[in-house]
Nanobody, 127 residues
Framework: QVQLVESGGGLVQVGGSLRLSCAASGRTFSRYAMGWFRQGPGKEREFVAAISRSGGSTYYADSVKGRFTISRDNAKNTVYLHMNSLKPEDTAVYYC????????????????????WGQGTQVTVSS
């Protein structure tokens, strides 16, 4: 079991930056592959970025590749999403998620494969 709490969302202008954080409770954070998803107005939840248990493997949606960076600090039980060059289409509620992965290098990109979810944090990019 793991509980996830996102923070760091807010209102930014086009071209600005934000860093989202997801703090996890529990003693086994390093056993989970982690991901970030988002859900914009009138849209379904979509994949943004994923990171393996060890942090050695990452994967990004084409829409954010080159602008967003996912990272994790297992000693702090925290995963981050650093967002640069923000666009209006990045406006969404951002969720972090955890998957109990056997492999230390696997990344998970689909919603239904994740076991635990945070409550979400709102990111709004004004044009």
């Amino acid at each position: 079991q793991v509980q996830l709490v996102e923070s760091g969302g807010g209102l930014v202008q086009v071209g600005g930056s934000l860093r989202l954080s997801c703090a996890a409770s529990g003693r086994t954070f390093s056993r989970y592959a982690m991901g970030w998803f988002r859900q914009g107005p009138g849209k379904e939840r979509e994949f943004v970025a994923a990171i393996s248990r060890s942090g050695g493997s990452t994967y990004y949606a084409d829409s954010v590749k080159g602008r967003f960076t996912i990272s994790r600090d297992n000693a702090k039980n925290t995963v981050y999403l650093h967002m640069n060059s923000l666009k209006p289409e990045d406006t969404a509620v951002y969720y972090c998620a955890a998957d109990r992965a056997m492999s230390t290098i696997v990344v998970v990109t689909t919603v239904n494969e994740y076991d635990y979810w945070g409550q979400g944090t709102q990111v709004t990019v004004s044009s």
